[in-house]
């Protein structure tokens, strides 16, 4: 299918955007309804594309390019293979659930409405760009104007230690994209040096010939940008804080699709375009992956307040992540991107559900409650299956990409896949735990009225209900049924092993150890 179909859904959410903040004073209503229907449109332009990318085809498709500063070799370059599609995918189904679900969350006594939702649009406008950009400078302008929306968004919106939380995400993300910057401008040398001309285009990038020690200092600056943004071991410090005092619509953003930008990139970046100092750090990576998964287990347990420890369980579901795109296995690869596409969901309804307990009590400090499902059991039963996808049971989503990844790790290093895979234990210690402190156990007495008996607190609304329906039929869906997923994701996971020189050992090798 040609046409402009990226370029215009990249912008559709930005001119939402435009539209929204120029709606009059107090027209609050109004501007909620139109940032979820412009939302849906995208959400129907993201369909018809989906529906028309063919798996056996070309690896990018849907290419678009556009020439933006030709001294410099610049091109507003547009297309997508199977890893990008189904993250375009995500973003366009999370949107309007979280716009949904900010409903009454969006004020907040700080700023207006529309400013909220017109930020949340124009953060879709750059989460998109992120994953749609061919060019390696219109991604990088995407990736740091990304900072913008989410900054205010945390900083405006949040908790009351939000300033202190945006400022951090801001300064941590900005300090990553610096060390981005810089490996940028170093592969627009090294190939006016090798091809003759400088450019940024990733297929003329990718079959580039650079020297060892260039391609290892440059691919550091690219991973140190995406292990921050991921956020990977030991550059997570930010987002407890982050995820703790962001509004919860921006914090299932944040979490379920901004973080991922930083996976994607080493499929789409690191991978590719450096594949000698890919397979030379890995070990490294793998190692930072498996320390992430057990460290942050290991601290969620020990939370108090439920959104951060829910940020926690994040950083741990990242190290599964990486060591699955550096396990340089086709089971390993196809089970990072899809856990990519099923973190988002089951992760973000789960913070969707928290979001609903929060706006109840008023807290999000587990001591707080204590045998609520008694009185909410459709919150209850939305906490249970949410939780449940976190750590990982099958038949949910999360499942099938934790299982396609420690087959992929333990093929080619049965040692890392056996101690990741103690983070599954741990996993399933947090998220009980945290669900038993809340839903079960005597009833916290300040849960009831003064008689004692009767629950101050309802039961899911319809609005909730048309907010977390959808992901929980995704997360049983995709845990029964991951196929169609896999289908799109497979073509351009292989497509990246061969780009970066390797392919699935054969058993003989896997029986024979290192020998």
Request: aromatic share 14%.
């Amino acid at each position: 299918m040609n046409g402009p179909w990226l370029p215009v859904l990249t912008a559709l959410p930005l001119v939402g955007a435009a539209v929204v903040a120029f709606l009059p004073k107090g027209a609050d209503r109004l501007a909620k309804l139109l940032a979820i229907g412009w939302s849906l449109a995208v959400l129907v332009l993201t369909i018809v594309v989906c529906a028309n990318f063919d798996p056996d085809g070309d690896r990018f498709q849907f290419v678009t390019s556009y020439t933006w500063i030709p001294q410099f070799g610049t091109r507003l370059a547009f297309g997508v293979d199977g890893i990008a599609l189904v993250m375009l995918a995500l973003i366009a189904v999370l949107t309007p659930i979280v716009l949904l679900a900010s409903w009454h969350e969006s004020g907040a006594g700080r700023r207006s409405v529309k400013t909220y939702y017109a930020l949340m649009l124009a953060l879709q406008t750059c989460m998109i760009g992120v994953f749609v950009a061919t060019d390696v400078f219109f991604f990088y302008v995407f990736f740091e104007a990304m900072l913008v929306p989410m900054y205010f968004l945390i900083g405006s919106y949040g908790g009351p230690k939000r300033q202190y939380a945006a400022v951090k995400f801001f300064l941590y993300s900005l300090v990553g994209g610096l060390f981005m910057l810089a490996s940028v401008i170093a592969l627009y040398v090294v190939s006016l040096r090798e091809l003759g001309e400088g450019t940024f285009a990733f297929d003329k990038l990718a079959g580039m010939d650079m020297s060892t020690t260039a391609g290892r200092w440059i691919w550091l600056g690219f991973f140190v940008a995406f292990a921050v943004k991921a956020p990977l071991f030991p550059f997570h410090t930010w987002l407890p804080d982050a995820g703790g005092q962001a509004p919860i619509g921006a914090a299932v953003l944040l979490v379920g699709v901004l973080d991922k930008v930083g996976t994607f990139g080493f499929l789409r970046y690191n991978l590719p375009l450096f594949p000698e100092a890919s397979r030379f750090f890995a070990p490294m990576v793998i190692v930072l992956g498996i320390i992430g998964i057990l460290y942050a287990a290991l601290l969620a347990i020990g939370q108090n307040d439920m959104k951060r420890l829910v940020s926690y369980t994040s950083v741990a579901h990242f190290g599964f992540i990486a060591i699955g795109v550096f396990a340089f296995t086709t089971q390993g690869g196809s089970g990072a991107v899809l856990y990519m596409v099923n973190h988002g969901i089951a992760t973000g309804a789960l913070f969707l559900v928290v979001g609903f307990l929060i706006a109840r009590r008023g807290s999000a400090l587990i001591a707080d409650y204590g045998g609520v499902g008694k009185f909410v059991p459709w919150i209850y039963g939305a906490f249970f299956v949410t939780g449940m996808a976190s750590l990982a049971l099958p038949m949910t989503n999360s499942f099938v990409s934790e299982f396609l990844v420690l087959l992929g790790v333990f093929s080619r290093n049965p040692v890392a896949g056996v101690v990741a895979t103690l983070g599954i234990v741990v996993a399933a210690l947090y998220v009980l735990w945290m669900i038993q402190r809340t839903m079960h156990g005597p009833t916290n007495p300040k849960l009831l009225e003064a008689d004692g008996a009767t629950p101050k607190w309802r039961d899911l609304s319809r609005r909730e209900a048309w907010v977390i329906a959808p992901l929980l039929v995704l997360i049983i869906g995709l845990g029964v049924y991951p196929k169609p997923l896999l289908d799109v994701i497979n073509p351009a996971v292989k497509a990246t092993l061969t780009d970066v020189g390797q392919s699935d050992p054969q058993p003989s090798e896997v029986a024979g150890g290192n020998r």
